[in-house]
Structure formats: C-alpha cells, structure tokens
C-alpha cells in the first residue's frame, strides 16, 4: 500500500468518526457561529480527497489540504491549553492537561495523514492524480 493510500483510509476512517462526534458534541453544547463548521470544513476535506485517491480520480491535493488544515486547528489548541496547564492558568488544570494530551493525539494524527498524503513529493502526487485505471 502507498504512502498516500494509507493517508486516504486513515484521513475516511478518522473524518467520519471525527464529524459524528462533533455532531454530538454541537447538540450538546451550542458552539460560536461560524467557528463550529471548521471542524465540518476540514473532516469533508479529508473525507473527499480519500474516497478520490482510493478510487484513483485524483484527490491528493484536496486530502493534503484537508490533513493541513487538521494541523492548523489542532497545533493552536494544543498549544494554547499547554500554556494554561504550564502556567496553571484556569480554573481545572485537570482539564487542561487532558486537553493538552488529547489533542496532542490529534495533531500527532493529523501531521502523520499529511506526510503520508505529501510522501511522495509534487510530481508524484501529480502523476497520481492523473493516472486513470
């Protein structure tokens, strides 16, 4: 299996857990107007660009922005609730330190889909895009 196939089973397995557990997490607690459809956002990119690698039409680039964009929202929030626990700031430091390991997690994943998705380099993912069965 290629490095970018693997990327497009992990990016559909991990993007449709990922979303239905947003979608409990929004019916739960209402989320800030626009700020909830990112997550929506990024689990499609994923979602679409590994159905289109896998059934070989294309993709590698939209499953690339997909995994980024992933890194790009996880790499603030690991961050930002790694400083609260360091700094003890908050009001439940437990919190913080189990945010800071789970999307510590999360961003670990999403760095991993996005080198597997960009392994190969541009000319391949080109080639692969364009290669027909």
Known sequence: ????RLSAWLGIALGVVGAG???VRVMRQAEWWPFFLYDYFAAALI????IAVLRRAGGARTLAAGWGFGVAMC??????HLENFL???GPDLAFEKTMSVS??????INLIGLVLALWGGP???MIAETSRP
């Open 1 to 4: 299996m290629t490095p970018i």
């Open 21 to 23: 557990l947003k979608v």
């Open 47 to 50: 979602i679409i660009g590994g």
């Open 75 to 80: 790499y603030g929030s690991f961050f930002g």
């Open 87 to 89: 700094q003890r700031r």
């Open 103 to 108: 999307v510590g997690v999360l961003l670990a």
């Open 123 to 125: 000319q391949s993912s």
